[in-house]
């Protein structure tokens, strides 16, 4: 019954591999989000989708490529990972509303350790 | 550009007195939200309350309040009657249409016995 649920929670890898962050919500939200945490806590936003399309890009090096095969999957691909990609990525979700904003919904987060 | 200011990196609190969390944001949207998340130790996000930008009371929820001044562009969050597990990391946050959610550097609160 999780609301949005990512996978896997922890990633252990090398450097130089690539990987890849599963990201699911059964809310029924049309609005997708990818949020890198780093080790001071500060959430910055990386992508967002709306209904499959891509609305926001942040400042992303071109080896994170995520992917959204419809509105309510959005996976985040890791290409040639480097140590300071080491963080927490959390997937969150929100409906895209006039009125009254909807909240951020959060997955619990993917811990990746890059070595 | 969107950018939300908390300057308290650490507040200590002791348990069952009111803290106030301080948080200022920069926008030239008209229509904006404002929300606090709070994260313990284990990680997860959860959300806490919310304020729009004209909405013309504060919100309130349980003992969470927000003390919104729109002139001053300040969302200060009060947490009354602290309890240990209020131990926190907490974050104001600003939703825009363009933007998303922009989250700011956060404020490490705890609660002492």
């Known amino acids: 019954d999780t609301a949005v649920s990512q996978t896997p929670k922890y990633l252990v890898t090398q450097m130089g591999n690539d990987k890849s962050i599963k990201c699911e919500q059964n809310?029924?939200?049309?609005?997708m989000y990818w949020y890198k945490q780093d080790s001071k806590k500060f959430l910055k936003i990386m992508f967002s989708?709306?209904?499959?399309?891509?609305?926001i890009n942040e400042t992303v090096p071109n080896r994170f490529s995520p992917k959204s095969p419809d509105k309510a999957h959005l996976n985040l691909h890791i290409n040639s990972l480097e140590l300071g990609d080491s963080a927490v990525y959390f997937c969150?979700?929100?409906?895209?509303?006039?009125?009254?904003?909807?909240?951020?919904?959060f997955g619990e987060g993917s811990r990746l350790t890059v070595l | 550009a969107q950018k939300i200011t908390q300057t308290q990196p650490g507040m200590f609190v002791q348990e069952k007195e009111a803290v106030t969390l301080d948080c200022t944001y920069d926008?030239?949207?008209?229509?904006?939200?404002l929300f606090w998340y709070k994260q313990p130790s284990s990680g997860e996000m959860i959300f806490l309350i919310y304020?729009?930008?004209?909405?013309?009371q504060n919100a309130t929820e349980g003992r969470y309040s927000l003390n919104f001044q729109k002139a001053r562009k300040s969302a200060n969050l009060v947490i009354s009657a602290s309890q240990l597990g209020d131990s926190a990391m907490y974050f104001c946050?600003?939703?825009?249409?363009?933007?998303?959610?922009?989250f700011g550097p956060g404020t490490r609160l705890s609660v002492l016995p």
């Open positions: 969150a979700s929100s409906r895209r509303t006039s009125g009254r904003p909807g909240e951020l919904f």
């Open positions: 809310l029924g939200h049309d609005t």
């Open positions: 989708y709306n209904n499959k399309e891509l609305i």
């Open positions: 926008t030239s949207d008209q229509s904006y939200g």
């Open positions: 304020q729009g930008s004209y909405d013309e």
């Open positions: 946050a600003m939703r825009s249409w363009a933007l998303g959610f922009v």
